[in-house]
């Protein structure tokens, strides 16, 4: 049974940092590209960081580079999202995503709000 379960998220002030995991099972983690997405409130889900299988390759949406740093631990089946300075645009929830030749896994999302 493949899962993905998101962690971390919480109420934080602006200028503050949080750290997301996000765990995996039933997949062969290693070999997948992961990628953290957000909704935020109204708006559609967006893309903030992905990796590749290996971890080498990296990507950022514009809107958190440099704020957010995304890395995973293949031995541990986890995927990571630093987040830092965070703004109260940051507020969404936030989702893991595996994917690898068009076949994609979701979690449930956790919420993230940036507010003083």
């Known amino acids: 049974q493949v899962q993905l379960v998101e962690s971390g998220g919480g109420l934080v002030q602006p200028g503050g940092s949080l750290r997301l995991s996000c765990a995996a099972s039933?997949?062969?983690?290693?070999?997948?590209?992961m990628t953290w997405y957000r909704q935020p409130p109204g708006k559609e889900r967006e893309l903030v960081a992905s990796i590749s299988s290996d971890g080498g390759t990296k990507n950022y949406a514009t809107s958190v580079k440099g704020r957010f740093t995304i890395s995973r631990d293949n031995a541990k089946n986890t995927v990571y999202l630093q987040m830092n300075s965070l703004k109260p645009s940051d507020t969404a929830v936030y989702y893991c995503?595996?994917?690898?030749?068009?076949?994609?896994?979701w979690g449930q999302g956790t919420q993230v709000t940036i507010s003083s």
């Open positions: 995503n595996g994917n690898r030749y068009g076949t994609g896994y």
């Open positions: 039933g997949f062969t983690f290693s070999v997948y590209t």
